[in-house]
């Protein structure tokens, strides 16, 4: 079988074919496997966005199959019970975990490495191993990739997953993240109405509906998903301190969004 993604050796990383020291002198966070395999990912000719209906990585190559990574900084239990629930999105799933530059007797990758491959090939998983060394280039290697499976097909569940990545706009979180809130396409559309009104002080939902490009701005703001807003009249809007709040939090994905706008269609949050 052909490989679904071509596994190479060596990857530069924004045009660099050596890592951060940084990496290297701190723990190791899920968020930095992120780059390289979206840089992997890109060099294939796939299009790749995070944190998208509990996916940590999702990538999109023309009318095929979505292909779904996990990432984790170590090989465990809940990496794999990950995997198994994202197949119901995707045929294409594929586990991704750091692995020492030095291997310890100790480290699982070193004592049940052909256990490993062998339980994700029985499970129709895909696996990759992203290693870090300093002044090296990144080196990630697949090692399987998914088998035929033929699970139950949630057809709801891709449907979504595929939505909420046509309506996002840009890539605005960090995959493996879970630290700040996840930006959906209703939180990029709740932003943009926020937005609007803060800059009014007071806004009328027809002026924001017309002026954000959001169709679904009233009913956002009669919801009031967030506790953003506070209606000080029939029709009309003002922003609350958690609202105001909000602004700060997300200034970057406000100013990504005036610069990409984007008719809204808020259906999930």
Same mark, same amino acid.
């Given at each position: ?56 990585? $999702?990538?999109?190559?023309? @009318?095929?199959? #979505?292909? *779904?990574?996990?990432?984790? /900084?170590?090989?465990?239990?809940? +990496? !794999? ?58 080196? $990630?290697?697949?090692?399987? @990739?998914?088998? #035929?499976? *033929?699970?139950?097909?949630? /057809?709801?569940?891709?449907?979504? +997953? !595929? ?107």
């Amino acid at each position: 079988m052909q490989s679904k993604i071509l596994p190479i050796r060596k990857l530069l990383i924004y045009g660099q074919d050596t890592i951060s020291n940084n990496i290297l002198e701190k723990p190791l966070l899920e968020t930095d496997l992120y780059p390289p395999i979206k840089a992997y990912l890109e060099q294939q000719g796939y299009e790749v966005k995070s944190e998208i209906k509990d996916c940590d990585v $999702i990538a999109v190559r023309g @009318d095929e199959q #979505p292909v *779904i990574v996990e990432l984790k /900084t170590g090989f465990n239990l809940t +990496l !794999l019970f990950q995997g198994i629930d994202r197949q119901s999105m995707s045929e294409d799933v594929y586990l991704a975990f750091a692995i020492p530059t030095k291997l310890k007797r100790t480290n699982p990758w070193f004592r049940y490495k052909s256990d490993i491959i062998k339980l994700c090939r029985r499970l129709g998983l895909g696996l990759i191993t992203v290693r870090f060394a300093e002044k090296n280039p990144v080196d $990630i290697q697949i090692h399987q @990739d998914p088998g #035929p499976y *033929i699970p139950r097909k949630n /057809t709801r569940r891709q449907g979504l +997953l !595929l939505k909420e990545f046509e309506r996002r706009v840009g890539d605005p979180n960090q995959g493996g993240s879970n630290k700040r809130p996840i930006i959906t396409a209703y939180r990029q559309d709740a932003l943009r109405c926020a937005a609007y009104i803060n800059e009014h002080s007071k806004a009328k939902v027809s002026d924001i509906r017309k002026n954000t490009g959001v169709d679904k701005s009233s009913a956002i703001l009669q919801r009031d998903y967030y506790g953003w807003y506070q209606r000080v009249d029939r029709g009309i809007y003002e922003l609350t301190p958690k609202g105001k709040e909000a602004l700060e939090t997300f200034a970057d994905v406000v100013t990504s969004l005036k610069v990409s706008p984007q008719e809204g269609d808020c259906t999930t949050n």
